[in-house]
């Protein structure tokens, strides 16, 4: 009698997981982006490197390229992902949601409550939502720095409670800085959607209509007064993924396929792509005011402060009514170095920022705040949790 093993199927590893299990070496070049940006600002090559960002090419500049187009793949990423651990992964089940979703949401609340604080009242108050996001690259990548002593659990619960996150932002940009509607690309548009849900509805596998006509959809969004990385994840909803309860999950969906396409684009060109453009800020020369300007105060205490209450407050919470487990195997200040690290918002931060600051005011106050309360996120949340993880698990 054959005793050998039996092979075991193991659902594969999403784009998204993989970023997990390799370490989040996306972050870490996120991280290498950042800091270039800022030497470069900040060096005779300053002068340079804005008329460079400021290139026309068309009918837009290299930095709305960037932001306006490279970045509507990158939301696009984002929606496969939200539709995919929505309906097959970490999210599959309303118990699962329970504890991600409710972090997500104080943890978004506080931190426009904190900013709201310094700048209500006043123009500046359509910043709000700029410290209410979470970089999950950039949080991923100091986790990785601290290997294998962080629970997995942990690196699932933050990278659900970002997802949520993501999805938060999403509807903010949509229904917040939309600028000045066009009806007749916005009634486009929904005939595009039409298009995309009858194609999906066929059964249609193959990834080029979806493609053709995501790239028709960006277009009529751009022009439509909606800001144009919508349209990603619009058209991410459609691409078809085939839910697979209990079973190895079907790699072959167009859904798999995409995800895993685009994810190495994103993750080692797009995003750090976008950090370069986007994180320069000069400080030679910087006024003290503008380390005290109420924009520069909002971001950084509401990435800083109001992330980590938000996500650990209802986290406790949630756990002590009996709403959710606390993941397994974390102790309580090992997920208060995660409610830390999610104070991290860079790259969606930075994003908000120039939508709601679009006339180029308050930017040097806004990547100031956002680089700052980062930092601050970041430098303690490691600091905290490679103290935690030496202690074993808490009571």
């Not at 070049?29 to 002068?47: D, H, I, Q, R, T």
């Not at 950090?275 to 109420?294: E, H, I, K, W, Y």
């Amino acid at each position: 009698m054959d005793a050998s093993p039996r092979p075991v199927l193991r659902r594969p590893l999403s784009a998204f997981r993989g970023l997990i299990a390799s370490e989040s070496a996306g972050g870490l070049v996120l991280m290498a982006a950042a800091a270039a940006a800022l030497a470069v600002a900040n060096s005779p090559l300053a002068e340079a490197y804005d008329h460079l960002l400021h290139i026309p090419i068309g009918p837009m500049s290299l930095l709305h390229w960037v932001n306006d187009g490279l970045m509507v793949v990158f939301f696009l990423l984002v929606g496969l992902e939200i539709k995919r651990e929505a309906l097959d992964g970490q999210l599959r089940t309303w118990p699962a949601r329970v504890l991600p979703g409710l972090a997500a949401g104080a943890g978004m609340a506080l931190p426009a409550l904190v900013y709201l604080a310094f700048n209500a009242g006043q123009v500046t108050a359509r910043g709000w939502a700029i410290p209410t996001a979470t970089d999950i690259a950039f949080a991923l990548g100091v986790l990785a720095l601290l290997g294998p002593r962080v629970p997995v659990s942990l690196k699932i619960f933050l990278s659900a409670v970002a997802i949520v996150d993501d999805l938060g932002a999403v509807v903010v940009i949509a229904l917040f800085y939309a600028g000045q509607i066009d009806a007749v690309m916005l009634g486009s548009a929904a005939g595009l959607l039409a298009l995309l849900f009858a194609l999906n509805r066929l059964g249609v596998r193959a990834l080029m209509p979806y493609l053709l006509a995501g790239l028709v959809l960006w277009f009529v969004v751009l022009r439509s007064g909606i800001h144009a990385t919508v349209a990603g994840v619009l058209l991410a909803l459609f691409v078809p993924i085939r839910p697979s309860p209990g079973r190895p999950e079907d790699e072959t969906s167009p859904l798999h396929r995409l995800e895993h396409a685009l994810h190495p684009w994103v993750a080692f060109l797009i995003v750090p792509v976008f950090g370069f453009a986007n994180a320069g800020v000069t400080l030679v020369g910087l006024p003290p005011s503008a380390l005290v300007d109420p924009v520069t105060l909002g971001v950084v205490l509401g990435l800083f402060l109001g992330k980590q209450a938000g996500i650990f407050l209802s986290v406790r919470l949630a756990v002590a009514a009996g709403f959710a487990a606390r993941p397994a195997g974390a102790s309580w200040p090992q997920i208060y170095g995660v409610a830390l690290l999610c104070g991290i918002g860079f790259t969606m931060s930075l994003f908000i920022g120039a939508l709601a600051f679009a006339d180029g005011l308050h930017g040097t106050e806004t990547k100031l705040g956002v680089l700052g309360g980062s930092l601050l996120s970041g430098l303690f949340g490691a600091v905290l949790l490679a103290r935690a993880s030496g202690r074993g698990r808490a009571t």
